[in-house]
């Protein structure tokens, strides 16, 4: 499934947009402006498995060094520092990945 059939495309260039400048990632601030705050779990679902690219069930952190070019081609390379913040904000368990209930929650803390 395509990011545009789950989230408006304008929205995306917005999130993307924002954190243009390297270091400057804010995931919180990200999920909002994307629109996937508001989301249902379904569809906060479904962008989770776009963005699980080898389908393993799993955000491994080199998925979540890409994780912006799975919202938009344009997107930009997380930083190796962002994306351990990213990493380390979502991995409740400390299994060094992101699970689909640590994204879920994630995106609705
Ligand atoms: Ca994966
Ligand atoms: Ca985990």
Same mark, same amino acid.
């Given at each position: 499934?395509?990011?545009?059939?789950? @989230? =408006?495309a304008e929205d995306i260039k917005k999130?993307l947009d924002?954190? %243009?400048?390297?270091? *400057?990632?804010?995931?919180? =601030?990200?999920? !909002? @402006?994307? /629109?996937?705050?508001?989301? !249902? %779990?379904? *569809?906060?679902?479904?962008?989770?498995?776009? #963005?699980?690219?080898? %389908? *393993? &069930?799993?955000? !491994?952190?080199?998925? #979540? $060094?890409?994780? @912006? $070019?799975?919202?938009s081609? !344009? /997107?930009?390379? #997380?930083?190796? %520092?962002?994306?351990?913040?990213? @990493?380390?904000?979502?991995?409740?368990? &400390?299994?060094? =990945?992101? &699970?689909?209930?640590?994204?879920?929650? #994630?995106?609705?803390?």
């Open positions: 499934m395509a990011m545009t059939d789950l @989230l =408006k999130a924002a954190f %243009a400048v390297a270091d *400057s990632f804010d995931h919180r =601030k990200f999920f !909002e @402006l994307v /629109g996937m705050r508001a989301m !249902e %779990a379904d *569809s906060v679902n479904k962008v989770f498995q776009a #963005l699980d690219v080898d %389908a *393993s &069930g799993y955000i !491994e952190e080199e998925e #979540l $060094k890409f994780v @912006l $070019k799975g919202f081609e !344009e /997107g930009r390379d #997380l930083t190796d %520092a962002e994306t351990k913040k990213f @990493l380390d904000a979502a991995d409740k368990d &400390g299994d060094g =990945k992101i &699970g689909m209930d640590e994204f879920q929650a #994630l995106v609705h803390e």
